[in-house]
């Protein structure tokens, strides 16, 4: 492996989408004749485009000969000469390019916000997926993450809909995926789209007040977007809720959803539904569960792979730091705060195998004035939330997390992933590296590497899956001892600040105890009043939930 002391900054490219929209929708006549004037203008237009193009570039080879002819060029002359013929060679690929959301049928009013959110062009999975799904095939799809999975449902999704709107209202969609935040950025996603049509979309997720998601859900939004457990809870107890009629279901991240145990309830919801549904299942591993899921919930799927297994983007840089000692913690930690006090100090996710670890490490950061925010299990729905918000709009530059935002979360310009140990497996190594150079925008990966087996072995596996050359970091002993210095003098500190944090813990819970108590005396003949809930897991055997539960917690710390 190279060695690499410097950080790299990311470079960008920016392309200009030229398509103007079409007219689409209802499937009566006078729509149609609309949609076909206004792609017959979009097609004049571009065809003007090019003859303005191809004039341009004649004008601009007979100014160089004549520059070439008075003597030689400059150098500010070139560098502007050089960067005009590849903005307009970007310009003349992207006129006549062979995948255009335009050119993917899309409607006008999905076509404007597809170009607000700066979506140039499809992604191979976007392009692969969107004509599918659009003449309503089952698709059962492997991409990597970072990919444009959520367009690639999103986009086929809202035009159907905006194509056939329902006089009656229902629920039509249902998007199941297998946490919180991952149903969070997804109807932002969701949102962003649609902002142009008339589409009610809600969230079924746990987290958030019951009373709340009842009331909206009672409305019959056109999109649920939730995770498995909550969604089963409306469906049972919420009055008015039905997926009866629903037309199209995605599974989104089924291997994880798979890994954390909910088998049962995704095939509970399917039942649930309508056997005429669509059904898009989207992964990034095709393990033996997610196959069999497959054939139980799709019909006559569409098997779409884009991307090799376990391969990170292109514009990944890879970087590894081996540590002595790896079992020493006060000396992994000094690893950590080298690397981020000195290299890496903007937009950085760091991950931990453990939530004691992650809280200790933002603590530390307080105290060495790191602006940082935190993300795992440990936190109620409202703070994860709060933390995710504040690192998407650039008021913290650390975000330190466990794997619960190692799936699918897409955060603009991330520029540094620092993994505080080996991950388990390459899988969860690639998911996690892939918070960064998303999208064909530059990112680095950095790695902390013990001495122990397994983190060599995966180290070696990570070697030969690379198409890139993977770089090693060494940090002099006397950085080492300086902030070694600075970890000892906190010592007192960290600890009194967690026997601080455990007490207000103890008397928050004591005081909600007291209030739920004082609720039941308040509004007793209110709560008895009202129908038993039921809930899917208390049929079961005790054996089956406890062993569920066992094997939630061995998947992972989150």
């Keep these: 492996m190279d060695s690499s002391t410097d950080s790299f900054s990311s470079l960008e490219e920016h392309i200009i989408f030229i398509d103007d929209g079409t007219f689409g929708g209802n499937n009566n006549v006078e729509q149609l004749g609309r949609y076909e004037i206004e792609t017959s203008k979009q097609r004049e237009s571009i065809i003007s485009e090019i003859g303005n193009f191809v004039e341009q570039t004649s004008h601009q080879t007979d100014q160089s000969i004549a520059n070439l002819s008075a003597g030689p060029e400059s150098k500010e002359s070139i560098k502007k000469r050089r960067k005009d013929y590849e903005y307009s060679s970007e310009r003349m690929q992207l006129m006549m390019g062979d995948s ?28 692969k997926v969107i004509p599918l799904a659009l003449v309503g095939r089952d698709i059962c799809a492997s991409a990597v993450t970072g990919s444009g999975k959520t367009g690639a449902f999103a986009v086929p999704i809202l035009e159907k809909l905006w194509r056939s709107a329902s006089k009656v209202s229902l629920v039509r969609v249902i998007v199941i995926l297998p946490t919180r935040e991952l149903a969070l950025q997804c109807k932002q996603v969701f949102t962003e789209l649609s902002k142009n049509m008339d589409i009610d979309i809600e ?60 088998s049962e309830e995704l095939e509970e919801i399917i039942r649930s539904c309508s056997p005429k549904r669509q059904t898009l299942l989207f992964s990034a591993t095709m393990t033996t569960s997610v196959q ?39 000396k992994r930690i000094s690893y950590l705060l080298a690397l981020c006090c000195r290299t890496y100090t903007q937009r950085v996710i760091l991950f931990f195998s453990k939530r004691s670890v992650a809280h200790q490490i933002f603590i530390i950061f307080g105290m060495l004035g790191l602006s940082a925010v935190e993300l795992h299990g440990n936190l109620s729905q409202m703070q994860r939330m709060e933390a995710l918000n504040r690192f998407r709009k650039g008021q913290c530059e650390f975000l330190l997390c466990t794997d619960v935002a190692s799936r699918g979360l897409d955060i603009f310009d991330v520029r540094t992933v620092i993994n505080y140990e080996m991950p388990n497996d390459i899988r969860t190594y690639v998911h996690r590296v892939g918070r960064t150079a998303r999208a064909g925008a530059k990112g680095k990966a950095v790695t902390l590497v013990d001495e122990t087996s397994h983190a060599r072995r995966l180290l070696s ?73 039921t809930w899917f897991r208390s049929s079961r055997k005790p054996t089956t939930t406890s062993r569920k539960k066992q094997n939630r917690k061995k998947k992972g710390n989150n």
């Design 461 to 533: 596996v990570i070697q030969k899956r690379s198409k890139t050359t993977l770089k090693s970091r060494s940090i002099t002993d006397s950085v080492l001892d300086k902030y070694l210095e600075i970890l000892f003098s906190k010592q007192g500190q960290i600890k009194e600040q967690l026997q601080k944090e455990r007490h207000e813990k103890e008397i928050e819970m004591a005081e909600m105890e007291a209030k739920k108590a004082q609720n039941l005396i308040d509004h007793a003949d209110e709560i008895y009043a009202r129908p038993k809930r």
């Design 292 to 330: 069999q899921l497959a054939l139980l919930s799709l019909k006559e799927p569409a098997n779409i792979v884009v991307d090799p297994l376990y391969e990170v983007s292109k514009t990944l840089e890879q970087e590894f730091v081996l540590i002595s000692d790896g079992n020493n913690v006060n």
């Design 203 to 262: 969230l079924a997720i746990g987290g958030l007040a019951v009373r709340a998601e009842q009331d909206a859900l009672q409305r019959c939004p056109d999109i649920v977007i939730g995770t498995p457990g909550r969604i089963i809870d409306h469906i049972r107890n919420t009055k008015g809720f039905s997926v009866d009629d629903v037309e199209i279901v995605v599974l989104d991240e089924a291997d994880r959803l798979l890994d954390l145990g909910f």
């Design 100 to 127: 255009t959301f335009l050119q993917l049928g899309i409607s006008r009013p999905l076509l404007v916000a597809i170009r607000q959110l700066g979506w140039e062009v499809p992604t191979p999975i976007q392009d």
